[in-house]
Structures are given as structure tokens and as C-alpha cells.
């Protein structure tokens, strides 16, 4: 099936005489015949037992995102956030270290430089542009994992995957792509060669601001017998000596991901957020092309305007980034518009004052056109150094340009900078 039909059709098949539509299933706890039917269900976790972990409205959401993705499996998180921290977490522990591109979303690089040093895992973050040696120089002995964002929030860099892929492959380590503001109808990653996809489902996912939630999808292609990874290959005596490789085989990630971490972290979503969410990916492969239209009009109108001292939008001609966009995003680079407006931090602020139409939120990727300023409110806890590095300035807007007519936004934007 094409995306269009999977996002109508995947995960769930009504049978004879059921709801047309994947029902909320509200319960918490599922009952069983027998002990034993339950006792195998521990050995092959292939329904649901508990709703900490799982459940039927969610998994049908699971298994449509695995088959956007090109997945074997996934698993919703109540969070994008919690969908990074479990992602990393089901790799490493005390005494490993990561390798991250630093163009990553600012909550995962306070994830990655502060709260996960505090329980002994150490991040090297790396320019999002570094060539092939100067990553290799940073994987240590001890490091689990590389990672990175296709299109960095709100750096807007386009991530060169096969190059990351390759690196990290050949120090016999997975490749975690956060791919949520390219979603799978722009850029499936694991094509790419990357092993695990992420995704805040919170932006375009769900795409009408409703409810948070993340979603970490397995490829089912890293060898987690290689030697690096001995949680995967030894018996897991937390869950009755399991041996997640043997057992479970190419789904060895995920299964292990659900029934270890979420089963002792219980950061599931609801039914209900999932049934939401299934509503926004129904609608998801429209939106992402009229997003791509309108942002691609909108980027170009900023350009040509002498209050903008810079445009990051990848599919724009002449962007740094417009080359990778070409191979990774071919079919547009989403709405989200990065722009220095002339005059630095107080200008900017004037800008967002000014607008009419556009609201002032902290969200990105919404049905409505936002702006958000970057340096004073979702990247205020990091270090000038940082700022700049996660591709943020004191003068940068970042712009998310929503499915309102696209003459109506430019319209609010015009007027907003003839203010300033
Ligand atoms: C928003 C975002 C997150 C965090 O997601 P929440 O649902 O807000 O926890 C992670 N990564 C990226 C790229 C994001 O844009």
C-alpha cells in the first residue's frame, strides 16, 4: 500500500459487523480464561495485559506508524520526550556514553548534556555538518548509540543520514533518527540505513495541537549481537530470563523497549490520545503536502524582504541545506521557516507583538500558523554556546506555517514588518 492508503487502512481491520472506526478501548486490564492462556501471553507478549504497557486502541496506532516507517514494530510514548529518553535509555546505562549531532531539539539537549550526566551517561555532541572522520573521532569505546534529527528543531539543518548511518554502523552502532517535523510522508529514514525512527507525534502527527505523545519505531535491521550490546544476548533475570535476541528475533528492540522500560517506567499513552492521534494521521499526507506549499511561499516572500536578514528553509533555492533536501526531502522540507529578523532581539520580539493572524505559542507543527522565540522561551535554559550551536540566535523566529490560506498569512506577516 502507498502511504496515503496505509494511513486510512494500516493497524486496524474491521471484522464482520465491527466499528468501521478503531473504538477507544477504555479499560485497564484484560481478562483471560486461564492462567496458563496469561502465563504464555509473559512468554510472547502478542495481546495486550495491562494498559501500562499496552493496549488495543493504541497498538493499532503503533502498527500504523511501524508501516509508514518500514518498521517491524513501534510503540507509543506519552511524549516525544519520553520517546528520546526511552529510545536511549533501552541502549545504555551508567558508564556509556552517546554521540549526538548538536542540532537537536533543545529539550533533547538538555536531556542529553544535563539529566541523563546526572545518572552517569555521558553525550558528545557533534557539529550537524561534521564530515565522516570528525564523528568517528567521537564515538568512544563506550558509546551505544549515535543521533540525530532529519530536520532540526529549530536549527532546520537537513541531517546527512547515509553518512551518519555509515559511521555509526561501521563502529557497530545503531543510527536513532528523530524524524518529527519530516514525518514518514517526506522522509522515511530507515531507507536512509537508520535503525531506530522517533517521533514527537505531538507537531504533525497529530497536527491539530490535541494531545502530546511520542512514538519510537524499531527497523527490525541493527545485529544486537555484535558483542556491544549484552542486555539483548544475556537473559534478562527482570523478566524470567528472556534472551530478547533469541526470542524475539529482528524484534528484539522494541520488545525489549515495551516490556522491560515501559513496563517499569509506564509512560503509555491513553486510548484516548492515541484514538486523537490515529484522527490527525488519517488526514496526515494532505496536510504535509499544503504545509510544504505554503511554507515553500511563505519562505520565499521573507527572502525577498529587506526587515529579514536570514531565511533557513531547506527547500528553498540557494539554502545551505538545499542540496540534502533534494536527496532526503525531495517532496518539500515541511512549514517550519527559521528567520533573523534585521535589528536582533528586540525587533524580533516587535515582529511576534505585531502579528495578527499568527499566534504566539510554544508549539511548532500545528494546524494554525504559530511563532515561537526560540532564545526567550524553549532554548532559555541553554548557554549562548548552545544556542548557536542548536542552531538558534537571539534574533531568530521560527515560524510555523499552518493551513490558513497562504495569501492571509503572508498578508499578517507583511504587516507585522512594516511595523519594525
Ligand atoms: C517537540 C519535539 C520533541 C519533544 O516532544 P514533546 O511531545 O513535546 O515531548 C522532540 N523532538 C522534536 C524534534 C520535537 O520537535
Sequence with gaps: MKDETKCLHSGYTPTDGAPSVMPIVQSTT???????????????????MYSRFANPTVDAV?????????????????SGMAAVLVSVLNLCSAGDSIVSSAAVYGGTVNLFSVTLKKYGIECIFVDVDADEDTLRTAIKPNTKLVFGETIANPALTVLDIEMWAKVAHEAGLPLIIDNTFATPILCKPIEFGADIVIHSTSKYMDGHALQNGGVIVDSGNFDWTNGKFPEFTEPDESYHGIIYTKDFGKAAYIIKARMQLMRDFGCYPAAHSAFLLNLGLETMPLRMERYCENGLKVAQYLKASDKVEAVRYAALEGDKYHELAKKYLPKGTCGVISVDIKGGREKAGKFIDSLKLASCEVHVADIRTCVLHPASTTHRQLTDEQLIASGANPAMVRISVGLENVDDIIADIEQALAQI
Aim: charged share 20%; net charge negative.
Design 62 to 78: 503503533e502498527q500504523k506508524i511501524a508501516d509508514l516507517e518500514g518498521g517491524v514494530g513501534a510503540m507509543c510514548t506519552s
Design 30 to 48: 484484560y481478562r483471560f480464561e486461564s492462567s496458563d492462556h496469561m502465563a504464555a501471553l509473559f512468554d510472547t507478549p502478542t495481546a495486550p
